[in-house]
Nanobody, 118 residues
Framework: QVQLVESGGGLVQAGDSLRLSCAAS????????TGWFRQAPGKDREFVAA????????YYTDSVKGRFTISRDNAKNTVYLQMNSLRPEDTAIYYC???????????WGQGTQVTVSA
């Protein structure tokens, strides 16, 4: 059973940066697809970014392309989401998830709150 723990959220101003971390135990993230999702108040959860195993392809939703970067440190069994040029509309709870495909995630973290003030 893979367990995921997110950290790094907080309250920042528009234009600032944050780096979220997703630390895994009970499994090796380099053998999974790892994704970041977010859910804003009153909205559905949405995909943000994902990183695959092997050749390590990355995917992003259009609204974060050029601002967010997903990466993985195999030695630390941790996936990161570097978020630059943050906007108020990025405010949400951010969740880390792991699975065997980019559309099927079996394991989820508890989430970390990101709040961006204008």
């Amino acid at each position: 059973q893979v367990q995921l723990v997110e950290s790094g959220g907080g309250l920042v101003q528009a234009g600032d940066s944050l780096r979220l971390s997703c630390a895994a135990s009970g499994g090796t993230l380099s053998t999974y697809v790892t994704g970041w999702f977010r859910q804003a108040p009153g909205k559905d959860r949405e995909f943000v970014a994902a990183i695959t195993w092997g050749r390590t392809n990355t995917y992003y939703t259009d609204s974060v392309k050029g601002r967010f970067t997903i990466s993985r440190d195999n030695a630390k069994n941790t996936v990161y989401l570097q978020m630059n040029s943050l906007r108020p509309e990025d405010t949400a709870i951010y969740y880390c998830a792991a699975g065997h495909t980019t559309i099927n995630y079996n394991y989820w973290g508890q989430g970390t709150q990101v709040t961006v003030s204008a």
